[in-house]
């Protein structure tokens, strides 16, 4: 489309204001730090240690350094084995403690950490702690994530005026002990389309935002997150988070790169959410669904998430080695995404942070060391290499009664890859440095007994470790999901590093909040549905998202949520808006995956010429409007507008997305044929119903953004119009440029009109609100 200056000019400005905005909270204002009156060794000394000293003196025995070990009280506390009658520590002496005299030494030679290391040295108020820590004992204490968590009492606050919910007698603490205030409640407008976003993604229309702002009913926010809750596309807004930990897509992966047929177990998952299936079911049937007894189909079918990995198809490969990396990629999930751990750091040698070994790795791998698969089952072909064994076929009897969530288009055989195990176990070996081929000391399947050692009574197979993962013991299963859901509707976590709850993850924001949450959706039964309302009826939730120069200087990072979070939309729903504010949505739920449009060549220049995916065949009528989610991923080229705007290539288990702002995603949003259509949709609706240019554009704000315009913006938007007018006028040639861009076809036979109400409209989608929650 032809871009006057003005446009280029205020987008411009709006993304140098997203930009300032975005670097402006990442960095934090520089001031001195008061040390503490009690010193914690989890909260301020740990995280030192980890940063600098860890490496050398942690975990890995392998590297450590003078048998020091400084991550066990017990072991820091002996004499040094180089120097016996001296002790890195001693509890109430600094001046007699090594570990103080070299990180305050000014001989090159002696200071920690050492130069050679390349670490850089404590700061001042580093050392300081470390000093006063050991002033009081050097108290070590257990880490936090790896204790149980235990249901706090709700802290006692004095004006609870506020407060709606538990949730926020533990935010408001919080936010008092930082000098912090909550903000009111936002503007309905807003915060309908707050919640609308995201429960199910999609706008509210502006009947629906009507009949929110005229009801007066006192429970008329609750009634619409029910509502809301319970409408099919509630469970593909939340099955999007899921599809990147499963690493779900819709090719196998590595240099051929051809077309796998798993799309029935994404199917699966919005039923799944839908059904509100509870979390530790959810979980137990796709670690060991084919184990249960007299499993099911639907229960096998879920069993799909531990085959969403990469699968070789590569002729001469050896087949050992893609096996076991296939064991590996189940190991390292398992980690990431249900115990926030990085457990495939041990996968070579012991952790160098956290407390698990070698041993300890693969003797978890060995869960999931008996599938009855093969590393290169076959090279790239038809039908029956789309999926690979162990493998299910549904039936037309399974898609009318047991599957019936199972969305097929035709009646052609349709196979998908799931678990299953051999009759004899394998056995499984430590690999020395991970080589597939160089095994030492046998081992069994068991779980790192840092975290909770597993119970004998289980079976030693998937639905024994889906056991221990629901022990009411294990410290990590409640809490991780939990703070997974929190970052879904917060923007950041509990605990920001989502997917490591180690050593070298970032500590609890708010650890009281974090157990009483774990605690209380094991209590009841880990129902989904009623955490995700229990979060968005707090007033934590519900609060405007003002921020005031006082809140930007005390919490930059707005940390303790004293305002509501401005986050742009993830990839998926930026496209949904378009397609839904535009009229040209398919709301069809389920059903194999789609090519809209995407610049041409790239599958092209980026095959191995082998396969059904050599050519990108751009999809045709309603398939074109489908949802983000059924976008077609092929792993070594995934959408590009999806990966502009932070998606997953899905390559491998990714639990929480990076957040970037860049000049190609304005670019995007100014060029992409989705977002040129979509305008031109609406823009011809609009028309039809013979608006004049002030209602229109009135209509087609509260379409996008789902509230009024102000005179000001009135104003500016009228006077763009004219201006665009004037600039179209007499330029048939260039309308018809415009207007062939995207499948639709216009009713509207006033083609100037037409374009000039595109262009306005395409700047409204350009705004900053228009794709940011907020």
Known sequence: MRISKLKTII?????????????????????????????????????????????????????????????????????????????????????????????????????????????????????????????????????????????????????????????????????????????????????????????????????????????????????????????????????????????????????????????????????????????????????????????TKEQLLATGFNRNHKITEEGGVIDEEYRVQYVDDRTATLGRSLLAMTVECAKCHDHKYDPISQKDYYQLSAFFNSVKEKGLESTVGGPDTWAKHPRMQITQEDLKTTLSFVHALDTNKLEVSVMGDLDTMRKTYVLTRGAYDAKAEEVTASTPISILSFNAQLPANRLGLAKWLFDPKNPLTARVYVNRIWQEFFGRGLVKTVADFGMQGELPTNPALLDWLAVDFREHGWNIKRLVKQMLMSATYQQASNMSKEKLEKDPLNLYLSYAPRLRYPAEIIRDMLLGSSGLLNTSIGGPSVKPYQPPGLWEMATSGRGILKKYVQDTGAALYRRGIYTFIKRTVPPPSMMLFDGSNRDECQVSRYRTNTPLQALIMLNDPTVIEASKALSDQLLMQQKNPKALIETAFQTILCRKPSEQEMTALLSYWDQAKKEWNGKSKEWDKTLAIGAYQPKTKNKLDLVVSMQTIQLMYNMQEAITKT
């Not at 403690?97 to 001989?107: A, P, V």
């Not at 999609?202 to 009947?207: E, Q, R, S, V």
Request: aromatic content about 10%; glycine content about 6%; charged content about 25%.
């Open 11 to 295: 987008v411009g400005f709006a993304f140098l204001a997203i930009a300032a905005g975005y670097f402006s909270c990442q960095t934090a204002t520089s001031h001195q730090e008061s040390l503490p009156d009690q010193v914690s060794y989890n909260y301020d000394i740990r995280p030192i240690l980890s940063d600098k000293c860890f490496n050398c003196h942690g975990p890995d025995a392998n590297k450590r350094e003078a048998g020091l070990r400084l991550d066990i009280g017990a072991e820091a506390f002996k004499a040094l084995q180089e120097h016996p009658t001296k002790h890195a520590i001693v509890p109430g002496k600094p001046e007699a403690s090594e570990l103080y005299l070299r990180i305050t030494s000014k001989d090159t030679g002696l200071q920690m950490p050492s130069i050679k290391s390349r670490l850089p040295r404590l700061t001042q108020h580093e050392t300081d702690l470390i000093k006063k820590w050991i002033e009081q004992g050097a108290k070590y204490e257990p880490h936090w994530a790896f204790v149980a968590p235990v249901k706090p009492e709700l802290p006692k606050i004095d004006d609870k005026s506020w407060v709606i919910n538990e949730l926020d007698y533990f935010v408001l603490a919080k936010m008092q002990s930082k000098g912090l205030s909550p903000n009111p409640i936002a503007d309905k407008e807003r915060l309908l389309k707050r919640l609308y976003i995201d429960l199910i993604g999609l706008l509210p229309n502006p009947k629906e935002t009507e009949q929110f702002l005229g009801n007066a009913d006192p429970k008329a926010y609750e009634k619409t997150i029910d509502q809301l809750l319970a409408r099919p596309q509630f469970g593909e807004k939340m099955a999007i988070g899921w599809l990147d930990i499963a690493r779900y897509a819709d090719s196998h992966g590595y240099q051929d790169d051809n077309y796998r047929s798993q799309w029935p177990w994404r199917d699966w998952v919005i039923h799944a959410f839908n059904k509100n299936l509870p979390y530790d079911s959810f979980i137990t049937w796709q670690l060991a669904g084919d184990l249960l007894p007299h499993a």
